[in-house]
């Protein structure tokens, strides 16, 4: 009788630390993912769901819809929902989906440009609004100051023959830091010169013969 009071507590012990080890490990993995190193408006990638695939972020590769044949169920398409739609939408999808990642595309930036211009032109030049591009020239317009300031930036990380000339970081992180290197491999610059304090503006000067400009926690970078 001992015996078998014995072997069960044991028992009771390991399932009691088996299931102690099991809730940590659940603690762990439910934390918030981290946001976007930009400014405190920068988009949260879980505030509207990304689109994914081609129909987001390209033209399909596969067959498509042709033109006469992409008609919405109900009602009619724009001239320029019309245009967005070619070449875009695949066979057996309807035209109305993918239109639908555009436009929420545009709502993405309009809604951040509204907070911080600076904190949407970083999400369309890092690419974190899928197929803004597209989708601002053909469906919102009214956005295209924000591309057109994103397409004079590039995103952090190794960059090859940058252009010459001041730049600014897209982000008020105090970890971003920046190095040009010349062809042979010697740093012709690097920064910031000081540590960066919460809500610094952080710049870059690129000197002429930079062969590669490298960058980490800067987010993104326009002119200045």
């Known amino acids: 009788m001992y015996r078998r009071s014995a072997a069960a507590a044991v028992l009771l012990a390991a399932a009691l630390t088996l299931t102690a080890c099991s ?28 689109p994914s695939g081609s129909a987001a972020d390209a ?20 001239a320029q929902e019309k245009q967005y739609l070619s070449g875009r939408v695949p066979e057996k999808m309807d035209p109305a989906a993918v239109l639908q ?18 904190a949407a032109t970083g999400a369309v030049i890092t690419g974190e609004i899928a197929g ?28 090859t023959s940058p252009a010459a000339g001041n730049y600014r970081a897209l982000t ?6 920046w190095e040009a290197k ?3 491999g010697s740093v012709l610059a690097s920064g910031p ?3 960066p304090k919460a809500g610094d503006k952080i710049t870059a000067a690129i000197p002429a013969g930079t062969a590669e400009f490298n960058s980490s926690g800067c987010y993104a970078w326009i002119p200045a």
Not at 108 to 113: K, Q, W
Not at 172 to 177: H, I, K, R, S, V
Request: glycine share 8%; net charge positive; aromatic share 2%.
């Open 23 to 50: 809730s940590g490990g659940d603690k762990a993995d439910s934390g918030a993912k981290p946001k976007p190193p930009a400014s405190s408006a920068a988009p949260d990638p879980a505030d509207t769901p990304q």
């Open 59 to 78: 033209k399909p590769t596969g067959p498509v819809l042709p033109d006469a044949k992409i008609t919405p169920k109900t009602g009619s398409f724009t």
């Open 193 to 195: 010169e000081t540590p």
């Open 101 to 118: 990642t555009g436009q929420d595309a545009c709502q993405r930036v309009a809604r951040t440009a509204k907070r911080d211009k600076d």
């Open 182 to 184: 010349g062809k042979d």
């Open 172 to 177: 008020q992180a105090t970890n971003c830091t």
């Open 132 to 159: 803004a591009k597209d989708a601002i020239n053909l469906l919102c317009p009214e956005q295209k100051p924000i591309l057109a300031a994103a397409e004079k930036g590039f995103a952090e990380g190794p960059r």
